[in-house]
């Protein structure tokens, strides 16, 4: 069994809408938020500020419709308040 020591793991928040898998985690500076954005084979990572953790789960959950949005051709999607609440905590370890 090994250990991870407690500085290496990092609280954030996961969910899996628009066919894109989302992690969200609270980076060190006061508004600053860390995120990736992963479909397919298709990785991105991104930083980006706001207020609260309400704002930075819309900030990201905006972010993947406008991704699904422009690759369905137009479909009818659900928006962005519909999985405001539905997000899971997870751990995550650095690398």
Known sequence: MSTVPIHAVKLGLALEVYGIELRLWKE???????????????????RFEEENLTMAKLHLLAEARKRALSQSGGAELPGCEAFLNSWKPINMTKE
């Open 28 to 46: 060190i500076g006061e508004s600053e938020w860390g995120a990736t954005l992963r479909e397919n084979d298709n990785t991105v990572h991104t």
